[in-house]
């Protein structure tokens, strides 16, 4: 079997504990386990004129192989093109874009940094997989060097439609990088019609059933991958909170009350401050929820190096006082914002005593929330997830309450819903939502993409003419 070599642009140490790690790097650590391999990445350090020398060392069957970089082609690279260009132009937050040369120049630079010290360290047969936005044109610095092995890209968030990707100055460069992998992994189908669009529109790509390419002299796939959770390990964690002390201190704070939860990181394509606006709404519109329900907002601070990460919370801040200063009785806060990470565990129990799984963002690649809330819930008596017909999540979980993340009143309405739904309507959207949780998991999504990466251009047909 080909050795599995991951490149993501930050390495979760195997010292991090499981507990803690995403479902991701839990899931790719396992498929590197299995077939033995290499993850390579930044280590979070930075140095004036670091060396492409990376530290490598072992942990079990997976070599670990760790990057120094320049801290000012850090910035340009990670706050600058990757998150100040990249994140807000794929969410369709064109008024966020900002597009300095330098950022561009620094991206590419870091890219052309992890080539280097990445091909010593590569075999011809290895399978490569990168992952994220962050990478994208590390194929192309790859091929430069030489190495014409099988090289994979996922892309975690949305790839936008063409009208939105046409502002990016350097679109056409970006997408001859992606031309450079021999399998592009979207998370939905739209985002896969979406860049086949601007393929066969703008730069005269060529298209075979399958979503097969050939751009000049390239031949590659683009095709859908939606991610999963690992649907067991959630569905374990919540069943062993019942009880737990966690929990009884939950209940006994919600005084009998439901909870509406919400779990995302601090950033402005999940919908936060719609997302409380509708909470306010519905106190307003249905006074006989007032003491009735609790809503809770867990949103880790993320990215606060970028400005516009700094402004959103003091936004939420001000919203979550004014919700609270309104309605809040002497034995009743409607409104618990809370700033920092849990234990997967805890997020369960949290999740499991929820009467409604709040996921409402502008954008999303696909939403692993969604899933986790799904996965956690007590199959006797389960919670509603109210889902924005903006998340990947939403081809999937056909069960949910869909909303309209823009439309602050038509949230509240379904938040009413949702607190009145009757226990067999709530079983029956449940399962239709589990159904899927538990039929496309993280492991067979790892299993699926490096199987077809293995095999990739093996089964291209003939190209069809644009
Ligand atoms: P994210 O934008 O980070 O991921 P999401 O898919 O919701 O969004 O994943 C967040 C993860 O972080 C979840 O597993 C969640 O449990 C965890 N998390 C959030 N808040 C937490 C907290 N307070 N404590 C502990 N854990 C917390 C990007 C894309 C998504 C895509 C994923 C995976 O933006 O669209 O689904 O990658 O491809």
């Given at each position: 079997?080909?050795?599995?070599?991951?490149?993501?642009n930050r390495?979760t140490?195997p010292?991090?504990?499981a507990?803690?790690?995403g479902?991701?790097?839990?899931?790719l650590?396992?498929a590197l386990?299995?077939?033995?391999g290499l993850?390579?990445?930044?280590s979070?350090e930075?140095e004036?004129?670091?060396?492409?020398?990376?530290?490598?060392?072992?942990?079990g069957?997976?070599?670990?192989?760790?990057?120094t970089?320049?801290?000012?082609?850090?910035?340009?690279?990670y706050?600058?093109?990757?998150?100040?260009t990249l994140?807000p132009?794929?969410?369709y937050?064109?008024?966020?874009?900002?597009?300095r040369?330098?950022?561009w120049?620094g991206y590419?630079r870091?890219?052309e940094h992890f080539?280097?010290?990445?091909l010593?360290?590569?075999?011809?047969?290895?399978?490569?997989?990168?992952?994220?936005?962050?990478?994208?044109?590390l194929a192309?610095e790859?091929r430069?060097?030489?190495?014409?092995?099988?090289?994979?890209?996922f892309h975690?968030?949305?790839?936008?439609?063409?009208?939105?990707?046409?502002?990016?100055?350097?679109?056409?460069a970006?997408?001859?990088d992606?031309?450079?992998?021999?399998?592009?992994?979207?998370?939905?189908e739209?985002d896969v019609?979406a860049?086949?669009t601007?393929?066969?529109?703008e730069?005269?790509g060529w298209?075979a059933?399958?979503?097969?390419?050939?751009l000049?002299?390239?031949?590659f796939?683009?095709?859908?991958?939606?991610?999963?959770i690992d649907a067991?390990?959630?569905?374990?964690?919540?069943?062993?909170?019942?009880?737990?002390?966690e929990?009884k201190r939950?209940?006994?704070?919600?005084a009998?009350?439901a909870?509406?939860?919400g779990?995302d990181?601090?950033d402005?394509s999940?919908g936060?401050?719609?997302?409380?606006a509708a909470f306010?709404?519905?106190?307003?519109s249905?006074?006989?929820?007032?003491?009735?329900?609790?809503?809770?907002?867990?949103?880790?601070?993320?990215?606060?190096e970028?400005a516009?990460?700094?402004?959103?919370?003091?936004?939420l801040e001000?919203?979550a006082?004014?919700?609270?200063?309104e309605?809040a009785?002497?034995?009743?806060?409607p409104?618990?914002?809370?700033n920092?990470p849990f234990?997967?565990?805890?997020?369960?129990?949290?999740?499991r005593t929820?009467?409604?799984?709040?996921?409402t963002?502008l954008?999303d690649?696909?939403n692993?929330?969604?899933?986790?809330?799904v996965a956690?819930?007590?199959?006797?008596?389960?919670?509603?997830?109210v889902?924005?017909?903006?998340?990947?999540?939403v081809d999937?979980?056909s069960?949910a309450?869909i909303?309209?993340?823009?439309?602050?009143?038509?949230?509240?309405?379904a938040?009413?819903t949702?607190?009145?739904?009757?226990?067999?309507e709530?079983?029956?959207?449940?399962r239709?939502n589990?159904d899927?949780v538990?039929s496309n998991?993280?492991?067979?999504w790892c299993?699926?993409f490096i199987?077809?990466?293995?095999?990739?251009?093996?089964t291209?047909?003939?190209?069809l003419?644009?």
């Amino acid at each position: 079997m080909a050795r599995l070599v991951i490149v993501s642009n930050r390495v979760t140490s195997p010292k991090e504990r499981a507990a803690k790690a995403g479902g991701l790097a839990v899931a790719l650590r396992e498929a590197l386990g299995k077939r033995g391999g290499l993850w390579f990445g930044w280590s979070g350090e930075t140095e004036v004129g670091a060396s492409a020398e990376p530290k490598v060392f072992r942990s079990g069957r997976i070599t670990y192989g760790l990057l120094t970089l320049d801290p000012e082609d850090q910035r340009a690279h990670y706050a600058g093109y990757a998150n100040g260009t990249l994140w807000p132009l794929c969410h369709y937050r064109l008024g966020l874009v900002s597009f300095r040369r330098a950022d561009w120049e620094g991206y590419r630079r870091v890219n052309e940094h992890f080539a280097r010290a990445l091909l010593p360290m590569l075999k011809p047969d290895d399978i490569i997989w990168v992952h994220d936005y962050h990478l994208i044109p590390l194929a192309s610095e790859l091929r430069k060097l030489g190495f014409e092995g099988r090289i994979g890209y996922f892309h975690h968030i949305p790839w936008p439609t063409p009208a939105v990707y046409l502002s990016l100055p350097s679109h056409a460069a970006l997408v001859q990088d992606l031309s450079q992998y021999d399998l592009v992994g979207l998370q939905t189908e739209s985002d896969v019609r979406a860049l086949l669009t601007y393929i066969s529109s703008e730069v005269r790509g060529w298209l075979a059933p399958g979503g097969f390419v050939t751009l000049g002299p390239r031949r590659f796939r683009v095709a859908a991958y939606p991610i999963g959770i690992d649907a067991e390990a959630f569905v374990e964690d919540a069943r062993a909170a019942v009880g737990s002390e966690e929990m009884k201190r939950l209940h006994a704070s919600l005084a009998g009350r439901a909870l509406a939860v919400g779990v995302d990181r601090l950033d402005y394509s999940k919908g936060l401050p719609n997302k409380f606006a509708a909470f306010g709404e519905l106190l307003k519109s249905w006074p006989e929820h007032r003491s009735t329900v609790t809503m809770m907002q867990i949103a880790p601070v993320s990215r606060g190096e970028v400005a516009e990460y700094r402004s959103l919370r003091r936004e939420l801040e001000e919203l979550a006082g004014s919700i609270n200063g309104e309605y809040a009785e002497f034995d009743w806060v409607p409104l618990r914002y809370l700033n920092r990470p849990f234990q997967r565990a805890t997020l369960a129990a949290i999740y499991r005593t929820a009467r409604i799984g709040l996921v409402t963002p502008l954008r999303d690649g696909m939403n692993l929330v969604a899933k986790e809330y799904v996965a956690a819930q007590d199959p006797k008596d389960p919670g509603v997830l109210v889902l924005s017909r903006f998340a990947g999540a939403v081809d999937e979980m056909s069960g949910a309450l869909i909303i309209n993340p823009y439309d602050v009143e038509g949230m509240a309405e379904a938040l009413h819903t949702a607190l009145l739904m009757p226990l067999e309507e709530r079983r029956e959207r449940w399962r239709a939502n589990m159904d899927k949780v538990e039929s496309n998991t993280i492991h067979h999504w790892c299993e699926h993409f490096i199987s077809e990466l293995a095999t990739a251009n093996e089964t291209a047909p003939d190209p069809l003419p644009p």
